[in-house]
């Protein structure tokens, strides 16, 4: 399989990073397209635990060639504290590529992210204020700054100052205190001195790869329903998660996708605010969040629960153009006595499986329910589908009848090995 992409397909941290570190073994590269620093995605090896934000999961195999794609946004602090922390534990990064065409996060990003929000009030959106959308407005505005841009220092830092000093006058507008304009530059470009020899134009050393039989992971960040376009706009991040975007974000083309993987946990998170049918608050929230370990890698907070959606899930299908399922966090249901799957909604009075085309009716659907009898048993040493119980068995005969798509691995645990493959992925 050359050319696979890994998609979330609900609302973020469905395990899309320990589905790439079990694909990566097989796979010559492993390629970030979109997001930046406000993705957390995590790997546990034995009794490691990595947190990524802007390094591919790939990094652990020392075989894969991990590549920063131009559709991602880059915070060079970020990036670098991971790169260090990375090494400090014994992992390389000097086969890290970073395209030139990525666009750059700065200070001023972050100061406007916070901006917005608190001008939001009551309906802020709770991003992770990292500066994603100020960094992906200034690129679709045309005044971004791109990574290749820092190989010429004095260039550099001539672009910083001029986009700070525009930026303080804005500040200065709102009353909100002023960037120190000499620190920003000096500091952007001590960042930008380490950044020179990770520099690659990658959208031809992809190509080069794929045309020398390169196998390659197409690794999404965040997930379908926060997707710009298709998902809960404006309860979404600014870039293109699905499919489509991997295209984009990559230089790499639509035939030469082989392989598009759809994450899905076995129930549904969303961190941040907007519209969540399937949404369970009280004692049995509290639950799954606790036996789930339900917290924001990146930010902390607590996410938001709820049974799984099989509307989302179909919808996802769609826009994605999805080959396979993996139903992640199965282990977590062990102890629940009836698991809720949402296979309907209700609008107006009808009954439908079409997913709603703005986040206001979304907010107003009713959730149809098929009930499951739990398994109550640990699923933690299964290994092959003949070992998954009977209910289990049904479940995913479940899923696979609403989304025509099959549920081609199933996550019973954190660890790497964790896995029951139902379908040869390689
Ligand atoms: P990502 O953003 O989609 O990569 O997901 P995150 O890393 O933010 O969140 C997923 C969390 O679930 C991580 O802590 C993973 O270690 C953990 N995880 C992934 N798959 C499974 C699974 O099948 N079972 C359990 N119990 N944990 C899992
Ligand atoms: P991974 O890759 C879950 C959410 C934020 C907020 C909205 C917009 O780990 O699945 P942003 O800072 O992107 O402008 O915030 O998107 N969000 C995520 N939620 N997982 C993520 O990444 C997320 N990245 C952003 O909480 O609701
Ligand atoms: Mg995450």
Redesign the pocket.
Known sequence: MPVTVVV?TQ???EG?AKVIDLLAGSHSHVVRYQ?GH????TVVVGDERYALQLVPSGVLYEHVTPVIGNGVVVDLATLFGEIDTLESRGVSCSRLRVSTLAHLIFPWHQRQDAISESLRGESK????L?G??PAYADKVKRIGIRAGEVRDSERFRALVKERATQENALFASLDEPLLNVDDVVNQSDALARRLVPYLDDTVNMLHDAIERGATILLEG???TF?DIDHGTYP????SNPTAGGACAGSGIGPRDITRVVGIAKAYTTR????PFPTEVTGELGDRIVDIGHEFG?VTGRRRRPGWLDLVMLRHAVRVNSLSDIALTKLDVLDDFDTIRVCVGYKLDGRTTTAFPDDAETLSRVECVYQDIAGWKKSLRRCRADSELPAQVQHLLSLVESHTGVPVSVVGVGPERDDVVLRRSMS
């Open positions: 979330g609302w973020g941290d899309k997001g406000n993705a957390g995605h959106l709770g991003t992770t990292k994603i959308g960040a965040q997930a926060l309860y979404v991040t600014s961190v941040g605010a907007g890698t």
